[in-house]
């Protein structure tokens, strides 16, 4: 596209947004001042990516007030919050997380029978904390939308949920919940027959209780992954690392190590630091016999 052919483009979305924003469509608006915020991002163009990230926030935040009180409110609030960071006006974000947590208290149960969007949006705003560090607040929204959707049938959902509280914990240092809720995971997986992502957080699991010196447990849930990877005829990494949380979990270091050695170069550098500390974790049970 020519240069003056893409500045009648974004010119002409500039008016659309600003004409959208003035009759008070405001999650139109948002939406093209999120492409203009995009498209000066991409272009490298700081002053006009901020000015109409402000506008795509400001326009959410209207858009929210529309909806009061429900699920579809905080997830506009939670993107109005995302776009004020962006804008750099960091006071407009907070209060637009307040007013988040304000209308996640007048939700009412009854609204989240509907379907999986409603819980759906406590995962959005659990995912905004998450990305802003606020773990413990992030594994309060998890753990209620896990709770919702398995009481209202959404277990895949409840799964996904209950992995990302895990890994909330894992962050904050609780290894105990941090194993008990990617065991929830897993056992929720399995029965919806996600035999990878249940064997994945069977391993979870199995390495978080190495580091807390509960073998028992540990050896209980490698061997719940192996069958997950039995069930689900997985035949890549993941049987190999069921394989290693098992030998470890027996204190069978030498093997275990012979065969993280083949695998190690498949994983990124959180989960090799996972591994490796169940590993220190297991050396020094054993050096303690």
């Not at 897993?186 to 509960?214: G, P």
Request: proline residues 0%; contains cysteine.
């Amino acid at each position: 596209m020519k240069p003056s052919d893409r500045n009648n483009k974004i010119s002409g979305i500039i008016d659309a947004a600003e004409k959208s924003f003035k009759r008070g469509d405001y999650e139109n608006a948002a939406l093209l001042f999120q492409y203009l915020t995009a498209f000066f991002r991409a272009f490298k163009l700081g002053d006009h990516r901020r000015l109409f990230a402000e506008k795509a926030g400001e326009s959410y935040r209207r858009a929210a007030e529309k909806f009061k009180g429900s699920a579809r409110a905080i997830i506009l609030c939670v993107r109005a919050a995302e776009a004020f960071h962006e804008s750099g006006k960091i006071e407009m974000a907070k209060a637009c997380e307040l007013k988040a947590w304000e209308y996640y208290h007048m939700v009412e149960d009854e609204e989240f029978r509907k379907g999986g969007e409603s819980i759906r949006a406590l995962k959005i705003f659990g995912d905004y904390l998450l990305n802003n560090n606020n773990f413990e607040k992030a594994i309060a929204l998890y753990e209620d939308a896990a709770e919702k959707a398995l009481k209202y049938g959404r277990h895949l959902l409840a799964g996904g949920l209950y992995k990302d509280a895990g890994d909330c914990y894992q962050k904050i240092g609780n290894l105990e919940k941090a194993a008990h809720t990617n065991l929830k995971a897993a056992d929720i997986y399995f029965h919806c027959r996600e035999y990878f992502e249940a064997a994945w957080n069977y391993c979870k699991a199995s390495l978080t209780f190495i580091r807390l010196n509960r073998m028992e447990e540990a050896l209980q849930a490698a061997e719940k992954a192996e069958i997950a990877c039995e069930r689900g005829e997985i035949e890549i990494f993941l049987r190999d690392l069921s394989r290693i949380c098992r030998l470890l979990s027996q204190g069978l270091l030498n093997e275990a190590e012979e065969n993280w050695n083949r695998i190690k170069m498949k994983f990124n550098r959180r989960y090799i630091w996972l591994i490796e500390s169940s590993f220190r974790a297991a050396r020094k049970t054993r050096q303690n016999r």
